[in-house]
């Protein structure tokens, strides 16, 4: 049985039978693989380099100095270690009565700050105002300090003055342009004075009772080793529970930066969807290869069964076949993705960096078992067909193909292709959600493809045309196979649709979301008699957006009266916020870049007292709807009944509050003002202006952290563009396979028309009229499902506004028939160039 199987697979691979298949299931492989081989990579390089934000791969964040045995123990699993001391203090320059003062934002740092990222520094304050120095892998010298460029005004001071930062004097030797850590803490608020940890006992400015927070950086020797920072996490969070420390924060880029993980999430299911849809396609494309090998062997089956063979040993036969296909052509498309994915680290160049984590066998693994799995799923059913094929075919050649042996071998293709979403997302809802998209527009497109054919009969005679009626006629005869195209072809463009246009939209939503003009600049400590002032000057500046926001300062003491502190909650997150004052703030209307989850904006009404939460914090201090929260701001008590929680949209960098009350309530309250607005570099010297005016104002810069988010972004947004580039030649392949299927049949039809007396140029109209009339159909059908899902994905995964645009329907009505009439062309085309007799005879 097995050397018969290899006689039929060599004389089928002559024939040119196996090569569609194989080349089908090669680029299914190719695409699949060669996206986990990247994926696998841009995820463990995406957080890797996520990382930098965070200055290590973990911070150990304390009020005091940190236990020494918990540096012992970092060092003896092999860790890096690096320590900063941050603190506010004030910067003096100058002597006498010129002298001049300014508060900044002390930090001290120890030989190889900071782990993972690297500082910027410069001497040039017009590049240091623009973030544009070099890199640098020291720290300062003895006796000198780095500082930020706007100090420089403030103690009108130069490279190389000489500034005091408490009993010693330093040299200002370099600029920070960037400083990878930095963070919106409201320790890092003040202009930035960094100095070697070495010199800090000099200044004498720690002592009992000092605002100090203490970090200890904690990183891997290698970048790519994250399990012996997740150890070491594991352990000392261990140690911080049991012993019951206070003070003390393990920051990790989970918990440590919102914002990075809301955009590597998205990253993550942006990658995951490229994935998803390289499996619905490459399923695709294998089913509609199966079918056509199956009805291309019709005859010989009959033939085989004639010469003695039982059901059996023709379905061994086959199945053997088909094994060995899917062995060559899963192991040939991991070679091709392996060698794809490396094209594609090319292409992206400088984008990528090049010490991306080494490449692992579970994408080569999972691309070989996609293939068989694949073959199982999608070509098992067509096969177990041919043992179906009855003896008399052979006599009978116009008998129809046998019917489907079982549904439980297309049930069989349902359950793995649900499995291929599992297996290529990693994530349950995103896969759930795409696979009954895609299965619902089966569906869908099935039903409105057999209205449309039964529409069709009714129009028939509507039209005095000859080749109309044989287009007609054509697609009536076969109504099964016409819904198969119709389906097949609607699902291949959609799938198009949604990597080209609705791509496009998705991309621009994501952009949008951390947009390039977001807010860079934060000023907080506005004075109520300033706000008219400080808002008139920036109105004059031209800067857009830059909404006043109240913000008042209150300590949470109960929740639905019971009185609250540090311990009454076991959670460290939330002992902290008990202890801690919240912003508070109060607006009539709600930001516009956050959203209601739960209950209902409230209407303010004097003597009610409600507040919207933020869901993250409500969660952490268990926090409900309808539970009541008093807050003491500075000795006015405020009772304020929880009405509606918030999701923030933290990638955004505007000003955002955990707790918003309506503005009734607050009048009696103390009151400053913040705002938030985008500065572009060309304008920097205006907050330098406007805090030499108004030396109570803070101005918090925050563009290095936009700086971060948007060459995360752009890394991965360029990854997704180059990587959709295998799902458009696995999405050609399937619009190939829809259009070929019924190419044999259609062949035989055009010969006896033509024998029959029907002239080319009615055929040719006829072919035109047919093609264009199932292309139109499902290129309409991929558009609405390419435009139902991309509003699926938008709202419920990505999260972003969504808009539909009229141009997806146009796109899918003109290449859905631009693809059918160019398919149907060059499968047809040499059928009206020979006799009929020639073709008849060869077929």
């Known amino acids: ?103 900044a934002a002390i930090k001290a740092v120890s030989p190889g700050y900071p782990l993972r990222g690297q500082l910027r520094i410069t001497t040039s304050l017009d ?14 010298a003895a006796g000198t300090v780095w500082v930020d460029p706007n100090i420089l005004t403030a103690l009108k001071a130069g490279v190389g003055s000489r500034i005091r930062v408490g009993d010693k004097e330093f040299t200002i030797a370099q600029l920070i342009a960037s400083e990878p850590d930095r963070g919106p803490s409201f320790a890092n608020f003040s202009p930035r004075v960094m100095l070697s940890l070495a010199d800090l006992a000099a200044t004498n400015l720690i002592d009992n ?23 070491f996490e594991e352990w000392i969070t261990a140690r911080i529970d049991a012993d019951k420390v206070r003070g003390v924060r393990v920051e990790s880029l989970e918990n440590g930066r919102p914002e990075m993980r809301a955009t590597l999430d998205r990253a993550d299911r942006f990658l995951s969807l490229v994935g998803l849809l390289s499996a619905m396609l490459a399923a695709v494309a294998v089913a509609m290869a199966a079918r056509r090998f199956m009805l291309r062997h019709l005859d010989a089956c009959a033939m085989l069964r004639c010469l003695g063979l039982t059901q059996n040993q023709v379905t061994m036969l086959y199945l053997i076949e088909f094994a060995l296909v899917g062995l060559v052509g899963s192991a040939l498309g991991v070679l091709v993705g392996f060698g794809g994915h490396y094209v594609l680290m090319q292409l992206i160049g400088s984008m990528l ?27 098992l059913p067509p096969v177990l067909q041919l043992r179906n094929v009855p003896h008399n075919r052979v006599i009978r050649r116009e008998q129809a193909a046998p019917k489907p042996m079982a549904l439980a071998t297309y049930g069989l293709g349902l359950i793995v292709f649900v499995g291929l979403m599992l297996w290529q997302a990693g994530d349950v809802t995103l896969a759930l959600s795409t696979a009954a998209g895609f299965l619902g527009g089966f569906a869908v497109f099935a039903l409105v493809a057999w209205g449309g054919l039964a529409f069709l009969k009714t129009l028939r005679g509507a039209i005095d045309s000859q080749s109309w009626r044989f287009a007609v006629t054509s697609l009536q005869r076969r109504p099964g196979a016409t819904i198969v195209q119709v389906v097949s072809l609607a699902l291949g463009l959609m799938a198009l649709l949604l990597l080209t246009v609705v791509r496009g939209d998705l991309m621009t939503a994501w952009r949008s979301a951390t947009p390039p003009d977001a807010p860079n600049r934060f000023i907080i400590n506005i004075l109520p008699d300033q706000k008219n002032d400080v ?148 304008q920097s010297g205006f907050t330098n202006a406007l805090t030499r005016d108004y030396p109570n104002l803070t101005v918090i810069d925050v563009s290095g952290i936009i ?28 619009l190939y396979a829809a259009l070929m299927g019924s190419q044999d049949e259609r062949t035989r039809e055009s010969g006896l028309l033509r024998a029959l007396g029907a002239t080319r140029k009615q055929l040719s109209r006829a072919q035109w009229i047919e093609f264009s009339l199932v292309g139109g159909l499902a290129g309409l059908l991929a558009a ?49 160039r020979q006799p009929p007799l020639q073709t008849l005879r060869g077929t």
């Open 1 to 103: 049985m097995l050397i018969q199987s290899l006689r039929m697979t060599a004389r089928d691979w002559r024939a040119g039978e196996l090569r569609f298949l194989l080349i089908a299931l090669i680029i299914a492989v190719s695409a699949l693989s060669s996206v986990g081989f990247f994926i696998d990579r841009m995820r463990s390089g995406l957080n890797r380099d996520a990382h930098q934000l965070l200055g290590a791969d973990l911070l150990v964040n304390a009020d005091q100095p940190l236990d020494p045995a918990w540096r012992a123990e970092a060092v003896k699993r092999g860790l890096v270690l690096a320590d900063t001391v941050t603190f506010p203090s004030m910067a003096q320059a100058g002597e006498g009565d010129q002298s001049v003062s300014q508060l």
């Open 127 to 140: 590049q240091a105002s623009a973030a544009l120095g070099d890199k640098t892998d020291t720290t300062p």
């Open 209 to 231: 009772g000092s605002r100090v927070t203490y970090r200890l950086q904690v990183s891997a020797p290698s970048n790519n080793d994250t399990k012996s920072v997740k150890a």
């Open 353 to 379: 960096s090049t010490d991306l984590p080494p490449v692992s066998f579970l994408p080569a693994l999972q691309g070989i078992a996609t293939g068989m799995l694949l073959l199982v799923g999608f070509a």
């Open 535 to 682: 808002a008139q000057r920036i109105a004059a500046a031209k800067v857009s957006e830059a909404q006043l926001f109240p913000m008042i300062r209150g300590r949470l003491t109960a929740v639905n009266d019971k009185p609250i502190t540090a311990a009454s909650y076991d959670n460290d997150n939330a002992r902290r916020l008990a202890e801690r004052e919240f912003n508070l703030s109060t607006t009539i209307d709600m930001p516009a870049s956050n959203q209601i989850v739960a209950g209902q904006w409230y209407k303010d009404a004097p003597g009610v007292a409600e507040a919207s939460v933020e869901q993250g914090i409500a969660k952490t201090l268990g926090l409900k709807l309808g539970d009541s929260m008093r807050f003491d701001v500075g000795g006015t008590v405020v009772d304020a009944k929880v009405t509606s929680l918030r999701k923030l949209e933290w990638g955004s960098m505007r000003a955002n509050f955990f707790v918003i009350i309506n503005p009734a309530a607050m009048e009696k309250t103390s009151q400053t003002f913040m705002t938030a607005f985008h500065l572009p570099p060309a």
């Open 707 to 734: 700086r971060q988010l948007q060459e995360v972004l752009d890394q991965v947004v360029t990854a997704v563009e180059f990587l959709f580039m295998f799902t458009l030649a696995s999405g050609v392949l399937v």
């Open 784 to 832: 609405s499902g390419a435009a139902a899902l991309g509003w699926a994905l938008a709202t419920y995964q990505f999260k972003f506004p969504w808009t539909f645009s009229p141009m997806v329907w146009l796109a899918g009505l003109v290449v859905g028939a631009l693809c059918a009439i160019i398919g149907g062309w060059l499968g047809l085309r040499n059928v009206l």
